[in-house]
């Protein structure tokens, strides 16, 4: 029986591919990607962007993760 996962879920799992520094929000595929990585929704991540940039690292502080 087939399975299917989720693209972030895919893209996650490959190993040697490093994902960028900053989030481009507006690119559906990276925020499914990131929302997964960090462990919240879509909303949750834009909210942060917002709030404290793009960088990964600002995001991931200001996420508590």
């Known amino acids: 029986m087939i399975s299917l996962v989720p ?4 893209l996650a799992s490959e190993r040697g591919v490093r994902p ?6 507006s690119d559906a595929t990276q925020r ?3 929302a997964y990585r960090l ?8 909210a942060a962007i917002e709030k404290v940039g793009s ?3 600002a995001v ?5 993760k």
């Open 32 to 34: 499914d990607y990131w």
């Open 55 to 57: 960088s990964v690292a």
């Open 39 to 46: 462990s919240v929704s879509p909303t949750e991540l834009n």
């Open 7 to 10: 693209v972030a879920v895919v």
């Open 20 to 25: 960028a520094p900053v989030i481009d929000s």
């Open 60 to 64: 991931r502080r200001h996420l508590g």
